[in-house]
């Protein structure tokens, strides 16, 4: 058998060298999180018009929120499960104030309502401006209820009701395996050439490295909400420092000549076009930075909030970065509530809403509103049962999705009974088997993305069985559609 010589990769070069522990610098860490990205080999296969703008926004609620306070059903029967099941952590319909804000929403008789810390949230889905996808969660295949769940026979995602596993595999949509590639890095690999600058990653991070957008040949380029033309790239020195401006000078001249320099060794002469790379695309990125006109629309100080403001500050100055597409990631953390639901999503709801609605302000500002979506996800949802004072790891739950593009005042998919006796219950504690599964979530995306139904299977390799795309080697089974969200 002939074999090809092993040639090492960037990809490879970073993990090899992170496990060498060499990114334990603030240069090296500042190298390595941009990664190489011009080595990726999209395919010719791209829908729509390539040179139009679409950027993705994905925040990802860490902990396993809690979504069934978020969206509850008010029809009278589906309302009193509700309130049997849940019981010390229900919202009461008639309270004063309200505790629940009822959606402009009826489908054959269903009505919904969401958590009264969010009336944005509801305004902007009463426009027509958000959705909510409803029981969803990590399937690998499609499990018709709780009998077939028990029956076995199924495959199942790798450590359900994990933290480390649910919240891995939302970014990767691979519940089957523990995957380092993420659904929005494979988007990226296919689509990257749709932009006109290679040193600026397609995706944007806000939280660090993070396996969303990890691809087979794109890395994240990392920003944080504080990030200006002032201070991006490699720290200089201190503005107190005697000739502080000579000493930056002699340090930029010193890494140019490393990074410049000739190598024998694979790993120094990666490591040098690496960097190289980087203080390119960080020239690039503060030149863009530069470019920002403030906004007039009022962000709130809470973090996610900045970190939303600092995308759209970002997606305004896109030309200088010669974006045609974006995809950026951040995290809002703290939603393992085994404690205190109610008093923490009084808390937490407002701040999201808060985030969201201003978010969707700016888009309209920047006059991109029908250009970008913004959506939710998180670990898994939690039990419908108290453990006392809050709830625990479960899987199917709800999630949001923000923007023009969507058509919106809708609740896609099939909102689960939340009676113990349900058909999709798996357990005394309320655990709902997920019907809609994260690969026809994504699948939506990636299409209005750009991404050819004929690339899907690789964006999404357990799409097939749930619905046919061109690339589907048999077909699955029958009821299974896209979810139609655009």
Not at 120 to 149: C, H, Q, R, S, W
Not at 255 to 264: F, K, L, P, R, T
Not at 367 to 378: L, N
Not at 450 to 465: A, E, W
């Amino acid at each position: 058998m002939c074999r090809k010589k092993r040639k090492i990769s960037r990809r490879s070069f970073i993990g090899e060298a992170s496990c060498a522990a060499l990114g334990s610098t603030a240069f090296l860490s500042s190298a390595l999180n941009l990664g190489m990205i011009n080595t990726a080999a999209a395919r010719p296969h791209i829908i729509g018009n390539p040179n139009d703008y679409k950027s993705m926004v994905c925040i990802l609620l860490a902990g396993g929120a809690d979504t069934h306070n978020v969206l509850v059903p008010t029809e009278t029967s589906e309302y009193q499960d509700y309130l049997n099941t849940r019981s010390s952590l229900a919202l009461d319909i008639n309270a004063n104030p309200p505790e629940l804000l009822d959606l402009n929403y009826n489908n054959a008789g269903q009505t919904f309502a969401v958590h009264a810390g969010m009336p944005d949230v509801k305004t902007m889905f009463d426009n027509g401006d958000l959705a909510f996808i409803a029981n969803i969660g990590t399937l690998i295949e499609p499990i018709a209820d709780a009998n077939d769940y028990f029956n076995g026979g199924n495959q199942l995602p790798l450590g359900l009701y994990s933290h480390s596993d649910q919240i891995m595999q939302w970014q990767t949509s691979v519940p089957q395996s523990r995957s380092a590639v993420g659904v929005g890095g494979r988007m990226a690999d296919l689509l990257y050439d749709m932009n006109t600058l290679d040193n600026i990653s397609m995706n944007i991070s806000l939280d660090g490295r993070n396996r969303f957008q990890a691809g087979n040949t794109i890395v994240e380029y990392a920003i944080n909400n504080t990030t200006s033309a002032q201070n991006i790239g490699f720290d200089g020195f201190p503005s107190w420092w005697s000739d502080q401006g000579f000493l930056s000078a002699v340090k930029d001249s010193a890494i140019g000549s490393m990074v410049e320099d000739n190598y024998a060794n694979i790993f120094h002469e990666t490591f040098g076009d690496l960097s190289r790379q980087n203080i390119q695309s960080n020239a690039i990125f503060e030149t863009a930075l530069a470019n920002v006109t403030p906004l007039s629309t009022t962000f709130s100080p809470t973090r996610l909030s900045q970190d939303l403001k600092k995308i759209a500050e970002v997606m305004s100055v896109r030309s200088h970065l010669g974006a045609n597409r974006q995809i950026f990631f951040t995290t809002f953390g703290g939603w393992d509530h085994h404690d205190n639901v109610l008093g923490n999503q009084a808390v937490m709801l407002p701040m999201l809403n808060d985030a969201l609605n201003e978010f969707n302000d700016a888009m309209a500002e920047l006059g991109i509103h029908d250009d970008v979506i913004t959506f939710t996800i998180s670990d898994f949802a939690r039990t419908l049962t108290s453990n006392g004072n809050g709830s625990d790891h479960a899987w199917g739950g709800n999630q949001m999705i923000m923007g023009g593009p969507i058509t919106g005042n809708t609740i896609y998919g099939e909102y689960p009974s939340l009676a113990l006796n349900g058909p999709l219950n798996l357990s005394d504690r309320g655990r709902i088997l997920p019907k809609v599964s994260v690969d026809e979530f994504y699948a939506d995306i990636a299409l209005w993305f750009g991404v050819s139904p004929n690339d899907l299977d690789y964006i999404l390799p357990n799409l097939c069985n749930f619905y046919s795309t061109s690339g589907c080697p048999v077909d699955p089974p029958s009821g299974y559609t896209p979810l139609g969200m655009f």
